[in-house]
């Protein structure tokens, strides 16, 4: 199955092919990139994907790493963009 998602500034769109495990991927990704370096962190992620946060209507895109539209305005953040901010606040707390 296909996805397709239009960027919130309308300038480019993205298309992707999902699988059962996407999520997974994305976390595999994230981490092959140095992002996600917490242990923790990255067992939280796989714990809870980020689908049961999402409206229906944007489930599909939920290993899409980028802010997607939640409703009243406002976004759930990139996996990215938490992740890094978790582990930064972790290591900060620690």
Request: aromatic letters at 8%.
């Amino acid at each position: 199955m296909q996805t397709c998602l239009k960027s919130i500034q309308q300038s480019f769109t993205w298309c992707l092919s999902l699988e059962e495990d996407e999520w997974g991927k994305l976390i595999e990704n994230l981490m092959r990139e140095g992002i996600l370096q917490s242990p923790n962190v990255i067992r939280a992620l796989r714990s809870v994907p980020r689908v049961k946060f999402l409206p229906e209507n944007m489930q599909s895109y939920s290993a899409v790493d980028t802010p997607l539209p939640i409703g009243f305005g406002q976004t759930a953040s990139a996996p990215h963009s938490s992740g890094l901010l978790a582990g930064l606040g972790e290591t900060w707390f620690q």
